[in-house]
């Protein structure tokens, strides 16, 4: 097949393959690894109340989040690049829905989708660091959908006992076979509907450093005995 016919909306070979692998070696490698949560109360008391919310973790903890959430139905905020359309794939095999959009490509678009998604009902999942950085510095677009939907934000990360840093701009970690997994999880962050520009910031400024000390935490897995 050439890469006209692929343009013109034939079989991409590669676009199929690489998601059912990723998500066959996700399965795989939770099978051999002890997974625990950490303080997840609020969120259970978040769903057990049948409030929906959106899930907040950097990039480059993604992999295993497929299995931090325990609801009905969740979404998950991808780039549009073809790096994005892999990772989306890959979580539709999870059975989640995708919303297709970045802080630097179909912005707009993505953020209305999202939140008419959570008025709906759904989870959302949101990467505010992603597609491609910086690292560890949240981007305003997922308190402006927390805020126009009106349901709070739950940070989350991961860490585990053996892992590997990927040379990525996100320092992907990937936990080794049969490592102990554990998630972390923050307290819910409330975004008021008339919130102004200097509210807004310091949620975000809160947001970004309840995840760096969740991300602290998680690591800290590595270095103990």
């Known amino acids: 097949m050439t890469v006209d016919e692929k343009k013109e909306g034939g079989f991409d070979l590669a676009m199929w393959l690489v ?32 409030r929906n919310y959106i899930l907040a ?7 295993l989040m497929p299995y931090c959430y325990r609801g009905n139905r969740m979404v998950i905020m991808i780039s549009r690049h073809r790096d994005g359309e892999f990772i989306a794939r890959t ?21 209305k989708a999202l939140v008419r998604h959570l008025r709906q009902g759904d ?6 660091d992603g597609p491609k ?3 560890g510095i949240v ?15 739950v940070p989350v990360s991961f860490g585990a006992s053996r892992a590997r840093n990927l040379a990525s701009w996100d320092r992907f970690l990937v936990p080794m076979p049969f490592s102990r997994g554990t998630f972390f999880y923050g ?13 807004m910031e310091a949620l975000r400024l809160r947001l970004e450093q309840d995840l760096r000390e969740l991300t602290l935490r ?8």
Do not use: C, K, Y
């Open 19 to 50: 998601p059912l692998l990723a998500a066959t070696f996700i399965r795989l490698l939770r099978l051999t690894m002890r997974l625990r949560h950490v303080d997840r109360g609020a969120l259970d008391s978040l769903e057990e109340a049948g």
């Open 57 to 63: 973790f950097w990039h480059g903890r993604l992999l």
């Open 91 to 111: 979580m539709q095999r999870f059975g989640h829905g995708v919303v297709r959009g970045s802080s630097t490509r179909g912005a707009t678009a993505a953020l």
């Open 123 to 128: 989870d959302a999942g949101v990467t505010p």
């Open 133 to 135: 950085g910086p690292r």
């Open 139 to 153: 981007q305003p677009g997922t308190l402006q959908a927390a805020r126009l939907a009106g349901v709070p934000i």
């Open 187 to 199: 307290r819910p962050l409330n975004v008021p509907r008339d919130a102004d520009g200097a509210q």
């Open 218 to 225: 998680a690591d800290a897995l590595q270095a103990a005995p």
